[in-house]
């Protein structure tokens, strides 16, 4: 997450889009004004703010447009609870599949996870000083009383008294050699030491077979294995690891012991409520056509909009972290629309996504910038990837313009798959020279994808018309 993120404004959060995504500038501004309201919605009339309802989007567009990255950006951009789901794999209420109140509580368990993880970097620091006492009482045993007894050698550092000097008793000595340990400790000096260790077990919920009895949802008996799961005493083993396999070990059930799972989901909670984010995708696929008559599998499609509706609308949702009120999370749905319209979804679920925003197909000078000016561009993650064999991958423009050429040609006899056919170009144009790399090119070398290596890899692709293979 940026800092500050949840004070960009609408063209900063427009220009952070920008930096991975080409194109859609509409859809951009939309998201980004979306954004922005929430932040606003927070900071206004306390006797307003229950009254302002998020403007949910619908995105219509070819599939590689750039439809799910925009949403999965702009969450990333506000640190949101971001899931994702497919409007095609739910089934209507009495069927067999997952039920619409699954993404509600998919989307909590991802705010829960954001929330610990958060507060874990916050007490890393106190964690990371009960893990060195800890490993040093494994190395350095403390002496627990004065025994009176002469001094005794510990873990070669032997003790030599001066004539007339009164001997150190043992508790001086066990402190010095726990300070001295301590110091290795920082230092890395001890990390390939073995130790024997003391972990919980994972695994240690409770599973209620059979199922849920007659009534009761999903959420309540999670949360009721959740309760007899805590009930239970923690199972612990030995484990014999290095000291740095043993911090990272001991530095995580550290953090967990530290911080308040309650708080946890309180405050979890509140941020899904108040900052989630659901991506409903394929929500084309549930709309019944209109030249249809009711019957067969339409009326499923349309019992999902029904079970989708209280959820869009705003409606409480029992999870295993407690109730959870949907009407102020920001609900983007999206579709490609090719054969269903929009006005095919039921009038009432058409009513919650007053934003609509088409999404414009790709041209080539758009797979031209794709592969060029983002920060993830597909070629500056091949230059990474063989980076690390210590080979220089670079590619000149005339290349990029010509792979951009063949991928909207391509796209144009097959089916339009956006900007995903960049993935089947790079591929088939740089598989040779990932499976040489380093038996045939060694490290140090030094490869150039220029026009004519393009040609020369990819223009069986151009000629040949019977492109089914090259689908995704």
């Not at 599939?63 to 899931?83: M, N, Q």
């Given at each position: 997450?940026?800092?500050?993120?949840?004070?960009?404004?609408?063209?900063?959060?427009?220009?952070?889009?920008?930096?991975?995504?080409?194109?859609?500038?509409?859809?951009?501004?939309?998201?980004?004004?979306?954004?922005?309201?929430?932040?606003?919605?927070?900071?206004?009339?306390?006797?307003?703010?229950?009254?302002?309802?998020?403007?949910?989007?619908?995105?219509?567009?070819?599939?590689?447009?750039?439809?799910?990255?925009?949403?999965?950006?702009?969450?990333?951009?506000?640190?949101?609870?971001?899931?994702?789901?497919?409007?095609?794999?739910?089934?209507?209420?009495?069927?067999?599949?997952?039920?619409?109140?699954?993404?509600?509580?998919?989307?909590?368990?991802?705010?829960?996870?954001?929330?610990?993880?958060?507060?874990?970097?916050e007490v890393k620091v106190r964690a990371a000083q009960i893990v060195e006492?800890?490993?040093?009482?494994?190395?350095?045993?403390?002496?627990?009383?004065?025994?009176?007894?002469?001094?005794?050698?510990?873990?070669?550092?032997?003790?030599?008294?001066?004539?007339?000097?009164?001997?150190?008793?043992?508790?001086?000595?066990?402190?010095?050699?726990?300070?001295?340990?301590?110091?290795?400790?920082?230092n890395g000096e001890l990390d390939d030491r073995k130790i024997e260790i003391?972990?919980?077990?994972?695994?240690?919920?409770?599973?209620?077979?059979?199922?849920?009895?007659?009534?009761?949802?999903?959420?309540?008996?999670?949360?009721?294995?959740?309760?007899?799961?805590?009930?239970?005493?923690?199972?612990?083993?030995?484990?014999?690891?290095?000291?740095?396999?043993?911090?990272?070990?001991?530095?995580?059930?550290?953090?967990?012991?530290?911080?308040?799972?309650?708080?946890?989901?309180?405050?979890?909670?509140?941020?899904?409520?108040?900052?989630?984010?659901?991506?409903?995708?394929?929500?084309?696929?549930?709309?019944?056509?209109?030249?249809?008559?009711?019957?067969?599998?339409?009326?499923?499609?349309?019992?999902?909009?029904?079970?989708?509706?209280?959820?869009?609308?705003?409606?409480?949702?029992?999870?295993?972290?407690?109730?959870?009120?949907?009407?102020?999370?920001?609900?983007?749905?999206?579709?490609?629309?090719?054969?269903?319209?929009?006005?095919?979804?039921?009038?009432?679920?058409?009513?919650?996504?007053?934003?609509?925003?088409?999404?414009?197909?790709?041209?080539?000078?758009?797979?031209?910038?794709?592969?060029?000016?983002?920060?993830?561009?597909?070629?500056?993650?091949?230059?990474?990837?063989?980076?690390?064999?210590?080979?220089?991958?670079?590619?000149?423009?005339?290349?990029?313009?010509?792979?951009?050429?063949?991928?909207?040609?391509?796209?144009?006899?097959?089916?339009?798959?956006?900007?995903?056919?960049?993935?089947?170009?790079?591929?088939?144009?740089?598989?040779?020279?990932?499976?040489?790399?380093?038996?045939?090119?060694?490290?140090?070398?030094?490869?150039?994808?220029?026009?004519?290596?393009?040609?020369?890899?990819?223009?069986?692709?151009?000629?040949?018309?019977?492109?089914?293979?090259?689908?995704?």
């Open positions: 997450m940026l800092e500050s993120a949840e004070f960009l404004t609408p063209a900063q959060i427009v220009a952070e889009l920008d930096k991975y995504i080409i194109g859609q500038h509409e859809a951009k501004r939309h998201v980004a004004i979306a954004l922005r309201n929430r932040w606003r919605r927070l900071r206004a009339a306390p006797e307003m703010r229950d009254e302002i309802v998020p403007n949910n989007i619908l995105m219509i567009g070819s599939t590689g447009v750039g439809k799910t990255e925009i949403a999965r950006r702009l969450a990333g951009i506000s640190g949101s609870p971001f899931v994702k789901v497919e409007a095609s794999k739910f089934t209507e209420v009495g069927y067999v599949g997952r039920d619409v109140e699954s993404m509600v509580r998919d989307l909590v368990e991802q705010s829960v996870n954001m929330v610990k993880t958060r507060r874990k970097e006492e800890v490993i040093l009482d494994i190395l350095i045993p403390p002496v627990t009383g004065a025994t009176g007894a002469a001094p005794k050698p510990a873990l070669g550092f032997p003790t030599t008294t001066a004539p007339g000097e009164v001997p150190d008793s043992d508790q001086e000595l066990n402190e010095r050699t726990r300070e001295r340990f301590r110091e290795k400790i920082r003391q972990v919980q077990q994972g695994g240690g919920g409770i599973s209620v077979m059979g199922g849920a009895p007659g009534g009761m949802d999903e959420a309540s008996m999670a949360g009721i294995q959740d309760m007899l799961g805590s009930m239970m005493p923690k199972k612990t083993r030995k484990r014999k690891v290095t000291v740095a396999e043993a911090r990272k070990l001991l530095l995580d059930e550290e953090a967990a012991k530290l911080i308040d799972m309650d708080e946890v989901k309180d405050e979890a909670v509140r941020h899904a409520e108040n900052s989630g984010i659901i991506f409903i995708d394929e929500i084309d696929k549930v709309a019944s056509k209109s030249s249809k008559g009711g019957g067969g599998p339409d009326v499923s499609r349309e019992g999902v909009q029904r079970d989708l509706l209280p959820i869009v609308e705003g409606s409480a949702v029992s999870t295993k972290y407690g109730i959870v009120n949907t009407d102020h999370i920001l609900f983007i749905a999206a579709g490609a629309f090719h054969v269903a319209k929009p006005s095919d979804l039921i009038p009432e679920l058409q009513g919650r996504f007053p934003i609509r925003v088409e999404l414009q197909s790709l041209t080539k000078s758009d797979f031209y910038q794709i592969l060029k000016d983002p920060k993830n561009a597909l070629t500056k993650q091949y230059e990474a990837l063989l980076q690390a064999e210590d080979v220089e991958l670079t590619f000149d423009d005339e290349a990029l313009e010509r792979l951009a050429e063949i991928a909207f040609e391509v796209n144009s006899e097959v089916e339009n798959i956006g900007a995903r056919r960049l993935h089947t170009v790079m591929s088939r144009l740089l598989n040779d020279i990932l499976f040489d790399v380093p038996d045939k090119i060694g490290a140090h070398a030094r490869i150039l994808i220029d026009r004519a290596l393009v040609e020369e890899r990819l223009n069986d692709m151009v000629r040949n018309r019977d492109l089914s293979q090259y689908i995704l």
